[in-house]
T-cell receptor, first 113, second 111 residues
Framework: NAGVMQNPRHLVRRRGQEARLRCSPMKGHSHVYWYRQLPEEGLKFMVYLQKENIIDESGMPKERFSAEFPKEGPSILRIQQVVRGDSAAYFC???????????FGSGTRLTVV | SQQGEEDPQALSIQEGENATMNCSYKTSINNLQWYRQNSGRGLVHLILIRSNEREKHSGRLRVTLDTSKKSSSLLITASRAADTASYFCATDSGGYQKVTFGTGTKLQVIP
């Protein structure tokens, strides 16, 4: 079992560019969650998705951020027109249902220069 | 302050000693989980304890949960240098399945 796969591991973007972060959940997991970890802070929930549906996006910034989990392929977290404050580690987790512990990927470290 | 606060923020012990970390939370939960994060790496799920459980063991790990006090503790026995990492508790408050993490405890085990 390959676990939760996130790529890229590291991503450098200039201000104003777009960042696309990918997450492939564990086999058999249909629930995907994105979290952001700012330096010296804990993880903050961003969005919860199931296949083709956004269930809860209450943690997502209102602008520039979007997420999807299509029927086929990985979940994508997209950040448009990145700013320095978007620099963080972005973690994806998946679970088979809400009664199981979440398995996290190794994260994508986004650096905006 | 946020759900899931770990205490202490940092802990330094000698190899072989036991390490105890505590987590307090505010709202009722379905379950509580502990994770480890090595520097620059992703989170590793250690153990999940459900709200109707009081204690759980996994190898050198022992987790307790006191729902009346809204607190949990993680005990690592006979610590090793490889246990050096940050440890986070995460609470699942149900509803959507929202997991909230605290800011973590940085554990340093000195060889």
């Amino acid at each position: 079992n390959a676990g939760v796969m996130q790529n890229p591991r590291h991503l450098v973007r200039r201000r104003g560019q777009e960042a696309r972060l990918r997450c492939s959940p564990m086999k058999g997991h249909s629930h995907v969650y994105w979290y952001r970890q700012l330096p010296e802070e804990g993880l903050k929930f961003m969005v919860y998705l199931q296949k083709e549906n956004i269930i809860d996006e209450s943690g997502m910034p209102k602008e520039r951020f979007s997420a999807e989990f299509p029927k086929e392929g990985p979940s994508i977290l997209r950040i448009q027109q990145v700013v320095r404050g978007d620099s963080a580690a972005y973690f994806c987790a998946s679970s088979p249902d809400k009664n199981y512990g979440y398995t996290f990927g190794s994260g994508t470290r986004l650096t905006v220069v | 302050s946020q759900q899931g606060e770990e205490d202490p923020q940092a802990l330094s012990i000698q190899e072989g000693e036991n390490a105890t970390m505590n987590c307090s939370y505010k709202t009722s939960i379905n379950n509580l989980q502990w994770y480890r994060q090595n520097s620059g790496r992703g989170l590793v799920h250690l153990i999940l304890i459900r709200s109707n459980e009081r204690e759980k063991h996994s190898g050198r790990l022992r987790v307790t949960l006191d729902t009346s006090k809204k607190s949990s503790s993680l005990l690592i026995t006979a610590s090793r240098a490889a246990d050096t990492a940050s440890y986070f508790c995460a609470t699942d408050s149900g509803g959507y399945q929202k997991v909230t993490f605290g800011t973590g405890t940085k554990l340093q085990v000195i060889p």
